[in-house]
Each structure stands twice: as C-alpha cells, then as structure tokens.
C-alpha cells in the first residue's frame, strides 16, 4: 500500500516496516510495463519496488501525476 500526503510517499509492505520519502530527495520515479501488463515502480535507486497490476495502471499513473506535481510545484518554491 502507498500513500502520498503531498509531501511524504509512504509505503507499507507486507510483513516490513513502512519506508517513507521525502519529494525534496526523491529521485522523479518511472514506471516500467512488463509484457504481461504488470506496471513496476521503482523509488530511490532500487530502495523500494512496487508491481502495479494491470487494472491498477490508473492508480499508478495518478500516483506518478502526484509526485510529480508536488515536486514541480517544490522547485517554483525554491
């Protein structure tokens, strides 16, 4: 599970701790498709992993929308 609060991406894995980043030191992530349709998204160099499955493709790009408008709208700040 991930959640993004504008600041903070938060990711709770199964039976790890949650790992959390900052969008002032996170690198711009990039989802890569496999071609069986899994969506693989990777943040801070290989630090965290996440499969989308195919029907949550959506969810994935929204997320990459959010992080990336966060970190526009951080660096017009600065």
């Known amino acids: 599970m991930v ?3 504008g600041r ?4 709770f894995g ?3 701790p949650s790992r959390r980043f900052h969008i002032a030191h996170l690198d711009a992530p990039e989802a ?3 071609a069986d349709g899994l969506r693989t998204l990777t943040l801070e160099n290989g630090a ?8 949550e493709a959506p ?3 929204r997320l990459l929308a959010s992080i990336g408008e966060a970190q526009a709208a951080l660096a017009h700040n600065e």
């Open 3 to 5: 959640a993004f609060d």
């Open 8 to 11: 903070i991406v938060e990711v």
């Open 59 to 61: 969810a994935c790009a």
């Open 32 to 34: 890569l498709d496999a």
């Open 14 to 16: 199964d039976r790890q």
């Open 48 to 55: 965290v992993t996440l499969t989308f499955a195919p029907e």
